[in-house]
């Protein structure tokens, strides 16, 4: 497999904003949203904590052959009940899916953020599950939970 993940610095933060654009557009099948005035799907409102909340927030970028094919960005949430990480956004550009360039980047993700996990998707985005379940299934060979709560599927297990 010929990609690098690379942990995203404040350099990569228009890249990722740019690439935001097209990932909101294959999103906007699953969620009401339009574009705006300017023909643009608006600003994702929490990019700018990934490089201020930095011990909670980690972003990458995707590349192959120094071409961006994606990003994912992941968070650390510190609640009452549990701590856990959680896949906030995970883009792969449609030219490269099904070329297992997102299973290797998110089983990457996974190792490098050891601890409780939970990844979920919308109900209605039947392909996202699909895509999470054998991943993570893969992933913990079997060990994880999968429960239905709020209209998300999700996915909940361990990275060792």
């Avoid at 904003?17 to 300017?38: A, G, H, P, T």
């Avoid at 990003?71 to 099904?98: G, P």
């Avoid at 990844?119 to 893969?138: C, D, G, M, R, T």
Wanted: hydrophobic fraction near 40%; charge should be negative; aromatic fraction near 20%.
């Amino acid at each position: 497999m010929n990609f690098e993940l690379i942990h995203a610095s404040e350099e990569y933060k228009d890249i990722i904003r740019n690439l935001m654009q097209f990932y909101i557009y294959d999103f906007s099948e699953f969620i009401k949203c339009d574009v705006e005035e300017d023909g643009l799907f608006g600003a994702y409102p929490y990019l700018e904590d990934y490089w201020i909340e930095t011990n909670h927030r980690f972003p990458y970028v995707i590349k192959k052959d120094d071409k961006y094919v994606g990003f994912i960005l992941v968070r650390f949430i510190e609640a009452e009940e549990r701590k856990y990480f959680s896949i906030a956004e995970f883009f792969i550009m449609k030219k490269y899916r099904n070329e297992g360039i997102g299973k290797s980047a998110a089983k990457q993700v996974f190792n490098f953020h050891k601890g409780q996990w939970e990844v979920y998707q919308l109900e209605s985005n039947k392909p996202a599950q699909i895509f999470w379940n054998k991943v993570i299934n893969e992933f913990t060979q079997g060990q994880f939970r999968d429960r239905l709560q709020n209209g998300k599927k999700i996915q909940d297990f361990a990275s060792k």
